[in-house]
């Protein structure tokens, strides 16, 4: 079974840092685009980025471009997303998802992952 | 940034009618165009890629039309779990969502 299994919720203060993970199973991890998305409470989905895990091409949304970190770990087939320091605004559910067609670098998501919440608060 | 826009907001519609969701884009995203279900606490769920070609396993109720600038999502019939919030995303050029449509009970 294809799937993306992402790691657990999370709390955190402002000014902290923060590492986020997405493991693949079930196919070719590092023949397939990953990307995030975030979903604030109650608002719709928002584009963050993609990474390619066989070489970590990497593409931002000029709105999250310098604000996280993608990232992914070929050996292990886990991407991440990271932040340096976390603020209230960061609060949010975060989603990877894999690009349906093999190699696509501009592609719908087909499989997504659970989700992690991210909560920052004080 | 292409901007997507999703009308309308909500939509009501009783069990059994048709449901047809609006997506406009700002320019012209070709046929790269994308719509997803979300239900509550749930993670999205590709219904439709390349404007109008069902993914795998979504039933053939659902159906997508359009290119260019202009798409429709359309429900022949809706079912009760069919009751959930769609977006729609264009990949031609930096991919962007829609802001959703929720569809309730009537």
């Known amino acids: 079974e294809v799937q993306l299994v992402q790691s657990g919720a999370e709390v955190k203060k402002p000014g902290e840092s923060l590492k986020i993970s997405c493991k693949g199973s079930g196919y070719s991890f590092t023949s397939y685009w990953i990307g995030w998305v975030r979903q604030m409470p109650g608002k719709g989905l928002e584009w963050m980025g993609i990474i390619y895990p066989g070489d970590s091409d990497t593409r931002y949304s000029p709105s999250f471009q310098g604000q996280v970190t993608i990232s992914a770990d070929k050996s292990i087939s886990t991407a991440y997303l990271q932040w340096s320091s976390l603020k209230a605004s960061d609060t949010a559910m975060y989603y990877c998802?894999?690009?349906?067609?093999?190699?696509?670098?501009?592609?719908?998501?087909?499989?997504w992952g659970q989700g992690t919440m991210v909560t920052v608060s004080s | 940034e292409i901007v997507m826009t999703q009308s309308p907001a909500t939509l009501s519609v009783s069990p059994g009618e048709r449901a047809t969701l609006s997506c406009r884009a700002s320019q012209s995203v070709s046929s790269n165009l994308a719509w997803y279900q979300q239900k509550p606490g749930q993670a999205p769920r590709l219904l439709i890629y390349?404007?109008?070609t069902r993914a795998t396993g979504i039933p053939a109720r659902f159906s997508g039309s359009g290119s260019g600038t202009e798409f429709t999502l359309t429900i022949s019939s809706l079912q009760s779990e069919d009751f959930a919030v769609y977006y729609c995303q264009q990949y031609n050029n930096w991919p962007t969502f829609g802001q959703g449509t929720k569809v309730e009970i009537k």
């Open positions: 390349g404007a109008s």
């Open positions: 998802a894999r690009h349906q067609v093999y190699k696509a670098a501009a592609d719908a998501f087909d499989i």
